[in-house]
Structure formats: C-alpha cells, structure tokens
C-alpha cells in the first residue's frame, strides 16, 4: 500500500539532508508519496507564516510528516512551530533512540530508547511571575502538571514499544522521593501499567539524578526508558552524546492522530549549502517514519546500510570524522542497501 506523507524539507541544511533522504528511500523501493509543504523560514519568504493552514492540513491529510531542522523566527507575531505542531496534533510521545554504531566511542554496546512525555510537566506553559511591592518579577512560577490520562498513555506506550521491539526491560525514571505529587502520580501510573505487562517486559526504577550519573558510567545497562517532560528532554540529549552526537540521532514525535519524525539537530547554518552535513539523522527519522507505517522490514534493511556505512568509516561525513560530501555518504548507503 502506497505510503502518504509530508515533507518538510525546513531550513539551513534541511533541503539537503532531506532530499538525500528521499533519494534513499526511493532506491530502497518503498512506495512512498511525498507532498513537500513548507515550514520555517522558507515558509515566512513564501506565506509570512512559519507553519502555514496548508502545511497543517497536509499532516492532517497524511497523518505522517518527516520534517528537516525549522529556524524559528525572532520577534513577535510568529507562532512557535514546534508549540504549533505539538498541539495541533497532540504528539505526546517523543522518542529518540541512541545506540552505539560508530567504531572508536568510549561505550560500545549503548541501545537506548528515551521515551519522553511531549505535553505535560513543567513544559506545560504556566508560568508567571509574582509581585510583591514594586517589584514585578519579585518572584517566577512554573507549574509542573501531570495528569493521569497523560502519565498512562505514554507509560503504555513506552510498554508497548518495549513488547513489540523485544526490548527486555523499561526503566521508570522520576524525581517521586522529592516531587511527592506530580512525579509520585506518574511513578505511581507507571507502576500500574507494568503490571499489565508482567512477564513481557522487565520493569525498574530509577531516580533521575542516580539514573544520569549511571548514563555516563554504565548506559550499556540501560534499555528503554520512560520519563518525563524535562527529564526526557536532558537525558535524550546526554542519550545523543554517548553515542556520537545529536548529527546521527533521529527523533519520532507520536500522537494519536499524526506523527512527525525528524532530526534532532538544528539547521546548521555554519554549514548549510555547502553539501556537507550528515544526513544520519534525518534518515534514521526516516526509518522511524517507515517503521510507523508498518513497513518494519524495509526500515531496518536501510537502517542496516546506514550503520555499515558509518562503521566502515570509508565515506563519512565530516562531522564523525570523514571527508566524504552528503552526496557521497547517500550514495555509499545505497550501495549498501
Ligand atoms: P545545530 O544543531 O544547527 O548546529 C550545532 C553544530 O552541529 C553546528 O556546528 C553544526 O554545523 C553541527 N551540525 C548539526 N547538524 C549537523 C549535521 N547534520 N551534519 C553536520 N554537522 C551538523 O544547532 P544550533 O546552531 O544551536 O541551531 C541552529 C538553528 O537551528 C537555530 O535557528 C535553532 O533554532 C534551529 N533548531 C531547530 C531544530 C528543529 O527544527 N528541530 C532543532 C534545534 C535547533
């Protein structure tokens, strides 16, 4: 069955490791449509809007998007695409594997998969500040909140993944011991629907401080891990570091009725138009999109090329120490397929 989906080439580099992208997915053999909308600067030069009404009904049409890096614009009057996205579609799971492919890293067998929840806790959007005399900003809030409906959903899912991958254990990360309400209430539904899954998948917890120290002594021990918001967002960026940088990890964006898979990294302005960038990223998100779509198979067969390619080390980009062009590196992937 044909595969419908949007693509977002973005900006600074984002044309180029995309259109690298769609040139291996197309030698893979995967029946895959592309309707290429914009988003990011190059969609404020064409519609002054960084996430356009048809940019939107696109996703909302192909319920897929792969997305290059968006330069959000500065000043006001521009929506957040990233806020944009993340409501408009609900992605409440944000999931970014690491895992060690590159020979010569100081850990060898990391194969972690973050599994972050994308609405809730502190990144929830309430915040103000507090007067107390004169002073305006005497005083800040931010509230962190979690909702059993929220803290279900992406425990389910990280379970869920874990069960379908084979995965043999799920780490439950928290701060409950301090945070005895909005982390005791998501320890406490993670700890529920573990047990929905005795016997397929091993369960542990960990707190956060004791499980960033273990990151960067141990993450061989690790396998998938669920936390939340904040959590999620340090530990997948230090999940990133272990393994060669954010350059080589992907990220999927999971919501009921859409998902968006993407790089982690940003446009890289420094190196844009220069044909030069590692496109890893965006074709790992790639593979994440294709596996989405029940095309497992395929995805883990390109998967497989990519990570032959980078550890062979023979046409590699510059960035994991390689001189070879984008346009070499995908064409040594394809070789590969
Ligand atoms: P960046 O990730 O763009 O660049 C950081 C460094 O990593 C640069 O030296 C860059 O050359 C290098 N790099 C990044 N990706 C690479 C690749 N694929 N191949 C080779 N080298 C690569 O981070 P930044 O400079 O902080 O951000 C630049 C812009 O990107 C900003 O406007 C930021 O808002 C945006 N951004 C967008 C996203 C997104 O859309 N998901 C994510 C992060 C940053």
Not at 236 to 247: A, C, I, P, Q, R
Not at 286 to 299: I, K, V, Y
Request: charged share 20%.
């Amino acid at each position: 069955m044909t595969i419908h989906a949007t693509l977002i080439p973005g900006d600074g580099i984002g044309p180029e490791v995309t259109d690298a992208t769609v040139r291996l997915i197309a030698a893979s053999g995967a029946d895959i449509t592309w309707d290429r909308q914009l988003a990011g600067m190059a969609a404020v030069a064409a519609h002054n809007d960084p996430m356009p009404d048809q940019t939107i009904a696109s996703i909302k049409r192909t319920k897929l998007a792969l997305k290059g890096p968006l330069e959000t614009p500065s000043g006001k009057g521009f929506r957040s695409i990233n806020v944009a996205l993340r409501k408009e579609f609900d992605l409440y799971a944000n999931v970014r594997p690491a895992k060690t492919v590159l020979p010569n890293l100081r850990f060898k067998d990391v194969d972690i998969i973050l599994v972050r929840e994308n609405t809730e806790g502190l990144y929830i959007g309430i915040e103000n500040y507090i007067k107390i005399g004169t002073d305006e900003r005497a005083a800040a809030q931010s509230i962190a909140v979690v909702t059993r409906y929220g803290a279900e959903r992406i425990h389910r899912y990280a379970f869920d993944l874990a069960v379908r991958l084979g995965r043999k254990k799920v780490t439950l990360v928290h701060k409950a011991n301090i945070l005895k309400y909005s982390q005791g209430l998501f320890l406490d539904v993670g700890r529920e629907i573990a047990k929905e899954y005795t016997g397929k998948v091993a369960v542990e917890e960990r707190i956060v401080d004791a499980c960033a120290m273990e990151l960067v002594s141990k993450p061989e021990r690790y396998d998938v891990i669920v936390t939340t918001n904040l959590f999620g967002d340090i530990l997948s960026d230090l999940t990133s570091g272990l393994v060669g940088g954010l350059g080589l990890t992907p990220g999927a964006n999971i919501g009921k009725d859409a998902a968006i898979f993407e790089a982690v990294h940003g446009t890289a302005p420094d190196i844009a138009g220069k044909g030069i960038a590692n496109p890893t990223a965006v074709m790992l998100a790639a593979c994440q999109m294709l596996d989405h779509a029940g095309q497992g198979a395929l995805a883990t067969r390109i998967q497989n090329a990519i990570e032959t390619v980078l550890r062979e080390q023979k046409a590699i980009t510059g960035d994991v120490g390689g001189t070879a062009s984008t346009a070499q590196f995908t064409d040594a992937v394809i070789a590969h397929l």
